[in-house]
């Protein structure tokens, strides 16, 4: 039996919001960035869903799917969300230790 786990974007205010980010260049404006990452960027106000900082343009920007696919998650823009690479390999190894129980 598999554990049923959602991953919540959390709604967080960092105390670093303000003029903090718009001291700094934005990564999501940045001419390297594709397209689709730019676009989640900015939804998320260049913040990693997980521990909520802002992303460095030198961060290494992962895509992940907010719901693992085994649980139902798709590839929709909406169903996606970028992390920095650290904190998407420390969510993979939490959904995997939650699979083998
Ligand atoms: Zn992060």
Not at 32 to 47: A, P, S
Request: net charge positive; aromatic share 6%.
């Amino acid at each position: 039996m598999s554990i049923v786990r959602h991953t919540k974007v959390k709604d967080t205010a960092s105390p670093y919001d303000g003029d903090w980010i718009y001291g700094s260049s934005r990564v999501s404006k940045h001419p390297g960035v594709k397209k689709e990452v730019g676009k989640l960027l900015r939804r998320q106000k260049d913040n990693c869903t997980r521990c909520g900082l802002n992303f460095r343009l030198r961060e290494l920007i992962d895509f992940n799917r907010i719901v693992p696919k085994s649980e139902g998650g798709g590839d929709t823009y909406k169903k996606k969300q970028v992390l920095h690479r650290h904190c998407h390999d420390s969510k993979t190894a939490e959904e995997l230790k939650a699979v083998k129980h």
